[in-house]
């Protein structure tokens, strides 16, 4: 059944006019639940905005200086202190500096931990729902504290590119820990696909690699040393640990900002005359190449977020919404690629551009590795006859042009802002 519709709207910015628009409903044991729209939506509408029950940035991202807000991972550096790091040219100036809106005079440090925020109003948000349990005060640096070696453990079994946290999970315990509605809180994250045991033990060594399959009990004996609670004493038993995994790993939405994006999005929309501008993307072009040169594919602070009511949406490989974070920070918008009508389902894609034209098994491939289904949609089901004869030749060399990717949809939905 539905959930209770106070629940799926209530991370929305504008819960009524979400709930006018879409409708979570049931579909069948197999797809579980599905986002529908509740009337005609014209294609580029924002069909809703919504703030995730928890976010992190991921740990290696954070540990290579990619600047986040610890609470809404808003990117911390400027523009230009961003495009020096990533170019790796530290002397680099950027044209039209004022386009920036990274505000360094509003960001506040935890006066515990030291611990940054963009802002005061971030820094009380973290506090108010997860970071009293988390705050390590002056042990932020101690590598013998209980969470920084939970953290340690998790980069040594899940190197970049990465697509999930145990911080994640981390600040799900915290959240209900901290929360004066612990059952509230409990019943929101319970609202989120599940998965059968034997699904969750796989999704669980797939978020760590084939060869740390002996070291999830290692990862849950030092998740329990640091954050046990007897009020989710199930979250700690293994098959409890298996499920906050399973739960992470498949609802889990990537989160990307770049505030060097963002100013080259601003320097896109500025009239100038036709020699400044030409200028102006000549400089742009080339210090893309110096960071591609540089950094590579890495240019976001990137972490990913439970959304309650975008978890709804399901994959298609001709999907007719979007996910996007056009704030810069964890806010994700739902957009509409199409027009959808009443009554119809509305869906996203779990694969990048590159991956939705590869062929039907080849797709498939991507989606049960990583997702553990197999796809029905229009496109897949019309594929079928044709696609099912490619050779196991065909399928090896379109592997090697376009290479077997390996992410998932925290991942693939991780795009410039």
Known sequence: MAAPLDDMFSFCVDPGKAATSVDVRFIDNLKGKGLFAKKSIKKGDVIFLERPLVSAQFLWNALY???????????????????????????????????????????????????????????????????RVLCLGPSQEDPDHPINKLKDAWRSMHYPPETSSIMLMARMVAAVKQAKDKAHWQKLFSHFCSRAANEEEEIAHKLLGEKFRGQLALLHSLFKTALYDDHLNRWFVPEGFRSLFALVGTNGQGIGTSSLSQWVHACDSLELPAQQREQLDSFIDQLYKDIEKETGDFLNCEGSGLFLLQSSCNHSCIPNAEASFPENNFLLQLSALSDISPGEEICISYLDCCQRDRSRHSRHKILRENYLFVCSCPKCVSQMDELDATSEEEEEEEGEAEGETEGDEMEDEMTDV
């Open 65 to 131: 200086k990619y600047k986040a807000c610890d609470y809404c991972l808003r990117a911390l550096e400027t523009a230009e202190e961003n495009a020096r790091r990533l170019s790796g040219i530290p002397g680099l100036n950027l044209p039209h500096p004022e386009l920036c809106r990274v505000r360094p005079e509003l960001h506040q440090a935890c006066p515990q931990c030291q611990v940054m925020y963009c802002s005061s109003e971030c820094r009380q948000a973290a506090a108010e729902q997860y970071h």
